[in-house]
Every structure is written in structure tokens, then in C-alpha cells.
């Protein structure tokens, strides 16, 4: 029995050979005190128990040959399936995803597509992978963390819940933050300082200290605007796209 969940929180559940891997860093700070509160539940489902034989076999080897061990589509369909008893057909109430390196990249767009939905089931790999045909045949969405490859999907799972949850709404107490963060705006977020007002003789912004709020928002905007052109190409170009500049010119702004 877990903590009190409310009517129609928003849930995720975790197919994996490592449940023990969860809560995990979930199950602190801010997603850790809302996990507490119901505002959002988590359930793992143990994919050994369905494995075959006296040892619970998930896994055979690649076809064709190679190195490693595949999870087998048997084995994960039936880990789906009682992943799906309780929840909406729908992929877009409910989305179901692979985390993969051969996905699509993880965005800030999807996890706030995620957050309005009603909750997500997340697969996680391990060995060389899962057999291609269960991710066909149950149109699973297959979601990669960036361009490295991990032991086993459970790290990936737990960074886009994170990211997921805190969009949830009264998960992150000051809900205005998620609106000035990185990439809400399709830029980086400007440099953050605190106190001491000076330190080993750096001292914060001057206008930061001004007090004059119209300053300090054309200070963080131009300061964000001027990060994101100097370390992410891609989305400079995709900003001034969205705001009707021409993507290679960067004179107007
Ligand atoms: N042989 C596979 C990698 C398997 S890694 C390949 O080359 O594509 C084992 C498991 O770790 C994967 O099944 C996946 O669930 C997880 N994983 C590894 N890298 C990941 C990444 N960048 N994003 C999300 N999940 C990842």
C-alpha cells in the first residue's frame, strides 16, 4: 500500500526488471512531497514475473547472432497488457513508451503534452534491447534521452516522469517558475545569482540589484536570447522562426 492517491491524479507506470530502481529520485524533494500528497502516483510492474520457466526467462538471443540478449515480445506483451487493465485506450490520454536511444529526443513540448494527459506507461529496455515486433504491433512510442547509450531504461524513465511531473499542476510549489525556465519560451534560461552581493570579487548584474522590474525583464531576456544563439544554434533559429525574423539573420532583435 502506497500513499493516498486523489481522484484522477495523474499516473505513470514502470515496466521494468528493476522496480526496486523506483521511487528512486522520485521520491524526492518537490515530485517526492507531491508523490506523498496523491498529487501524482506511481506504479511499477515487475516484467520477471511473466518470464517463462522455473527462472522466469524474459530474454533469448538476437536472431541472427550477435552479442547480448533481447527481451522477448511474449514476455513484454504480457507486461503491456496488465499495464493497460485500468487505463484509456487512447494513445493521447494516455501515451505508451519504449525509452530508446533510437527515439524520438525527449522535449520540453512532450513532457508538457504528457502532464495533460491522464497518465503514461513507460517500457524500460535492458540487455541489447526488445524484440522489434511488440513495439510494432502496440504502436508503442519509442523516446530516447539524448544520443548516448544507457545499461537499461530505467535512468531515461525516471528523468522524463521528473520532467512530467513538475508541469503537473501544484507539484512545483511556485507554478509561475515553469513559465521562465529553459525552453518554455524556446530559450535558455538567463544566468541566476544570489547572495553574497559580491563574491572572490564577482559581483551580480547591477540591474539585478535596481530594483526596476521593466530592466531587469529586458536584461533577462536579452541575456537569455544572447546564451541561446551562442550554444544552441538550433534553437536560435527555431525561436526567430516562431517569431516571424528571418532564422539566419539576427539583426532586429
Ligand atoms: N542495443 C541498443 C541499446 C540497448 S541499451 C541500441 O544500440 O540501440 C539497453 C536499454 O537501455 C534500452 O533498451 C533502453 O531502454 C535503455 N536506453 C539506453 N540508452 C537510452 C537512451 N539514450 N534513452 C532512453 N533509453 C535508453
Known amino acids: 500500500m502506497g500513499p493516498p492517491v486523489l481522484r484522477g ?11 526496486e530502481a523506483f521511487p528512486g529520485t522520485l521520491g524526492l524533494s518537490l515530485t517526492g512531497r507531491a508523490l506523498d500528497m496523491g498529487l501524482w502516483a506511481l506504479e511499477t510492474i515487475d516484467l520477471r514475473p511473466f518470464g517463462e520457466g522455473k527462472h522466469r526467462n524474459v530474454d533469448d538471443n538476437p536472431a541472427g547472432g550477435g552479442a547480448g540478449m533481447v527481451l522477448r515480445a511474449d514476455i513484454v506483451a504480457k507486461a503491456l497488457d496488465a499495464a493497460a487493465v485500468d487505463t484509456p485506450i487512447e494513445r493521447a490520454r ?8 533510437r527515439g524520438r529526443p525527449f522535449s520540453q513540448a512532450m513532457a508538457r503534452d504528457w502532464a495533460g494527459a491522464e497518465g503514461l506507461t513507460l517500457l524500460c529496455g535492458r540487455f541489447e534491447g526488445v524484440d522489434q515486433r511488440v513495439l ?15 545499461t537499461g531504461g530505467e535512468i531515461a524513465a ?11 499542476p501544484r507539484v512545483l510549489g511556485n507554478h509561475a517558475s515553469t513559465e521562465e525556465e529553459s525552453f518554455s519560451e524556446g530559450l535558455l534560461e538567463f544566468p541566476q545569482y544570489t547572495r553574497p552581493t559580491v563574491w572572490q570579487g564577482r ?10 522590474h521593466a530592466n531587469i525583464s529586458r536584461w533577462r531576456k536579452s541575456e537569455a536570447e ?3 544563439k551562442e550554444r544552441r544554434p538550433d534553437l536560435w533559429r527555431a525561436y526567430r522562426a516562431a517569431h516571424g525574423l528571418d532564422p539566419e539573420e539576427d539583426q532586429e532583435l
Open 158 to 168: 525516471q528523468a522524463l516522469i521528473d520532467a512530467t511531473v513538475r508541469l503537473i
Open 94 to 101: 494516455w501515451p505508451v513508451v519504449y525509452l530508446s536511444p
Open 9 to 19: 491524479a495523474w499516473r505513470a507506470k514502470v515496466i521494468t526488471l528493476f522496480p
Open 136 to 150: 510494432d504491433e502496440y504502436a508503442v512510442d519509442e523516446v530516447s534521452l539524448g544520443d548516448f547509450v544507457l
Open 226 to 228: 544572447r546564451l541561446t
Open 203 to 212: 559581483a551580480i548584474p547591477d540591474v539585478l540589484l535596481s530594483g526596476h
